[in-house]
């Protein structure tokens, strides 16, 4: 029954989160709002999201927020460096395969967009078994040892969250 | 206290245009599509993160109320970034697929964008049920 009626606890939690920061105050009557939206979208979208994520570990998630924000504004030094100081001729781009151990859809997802945010690597494709990722380096002299940084930072630890 | 709140969030303001200044030249300078998508993705998400925090201390201090529109927007920020990035970078695979050279997939089949229409695609998306194979009662 109540599973039915909350398809996907988190995302209701992320929606009253979401439509209080909203309307920026604290009052119940946005409060109840809140909850009535939080209690409707995750019904009405439950379909195309059949299965429920496991969050085995949600604690480490604030762990892996602070990591990646700090890789933010590492890589945002690291590409505005590349942009400026290096001349394109220099520039090793290079397209390399990443082969993934993580099996849920929404750790691959948070995955690729990870890979996306953080230093001079963008995630252009998945293989078509869910497999492998395909990643464009903007200036990778040492391919493999990308491929083991993404591996260890992100993909351990999100192995860790979700599975 | 007054003028180091100001001078922090001055200088929030600048370095973050700077960022975004540097992003945009990325744009122009970098040689191809591909390249190119690193610049905005990256250097910009600083140039409007420092705008943001700026735009909460300024609110916090000077108006005396916390203001969380900017968390929302950052948030907002870091989930469209990727995806419209994906799709670009898809869009250009297609288009010039005969000149990119792509790496091997490392595993039986191939990219998921270039695999055939009647393939299955996994997405992985099933732990309880079996195989992935939605059937027209499914959608």
Redesign the interface.
Known sequence: MLRKLFPHPYLTLLLVI?WI??V?QLKLGSLIFALILGTIIPLITA?YW??RP?LRNPRAIVGYILIVLYD??K??FI??GI??FKP?SQ?K?T???I?IDL???EA?TVL??TI??T??T???????????L?I?C?HAPDPDAVRDEIKARYEARLMRIFE | MELIAETIISLLLVAAGV?GL??S??LL???DT??R???P???T??GV?GVLIASMLYFWIFQGKL???E??IT?FL??T???T??LI??AH?HRYSKQ??????????????F?DET?E????????RAAPAPTKA?H
């Open positions: 979401t920061l909203l920026n379909p059949p299965d496991i933010i504004v890589s945002n590409v505005a942009v400026l394109n520039l781009t397209w390399i395969t082969p099996r849920t859809p691959i690729a967009g996306t945010m230093p001079g963008l995630t252009a494709d998945m293989s078509g078994d869910g497999k492998s395909l464009h903007l | 960022f540097v992003g030249f990325g300078k970098l040689p591909m390249t998508l690193h610049a993705t990256k250097a998400s600083l993160g203001s969380w529109h968390l929302l948030m870091f989930l970034a990727p995806i990035a994906n970078a898809k695979m990119i050279k792509l790496p091997d997939t490392g595993t039986d089949s191939g990219w998921a964008t695999e393939t695609v996994h997405p992985v998306m099933t732990r309880t499914d």
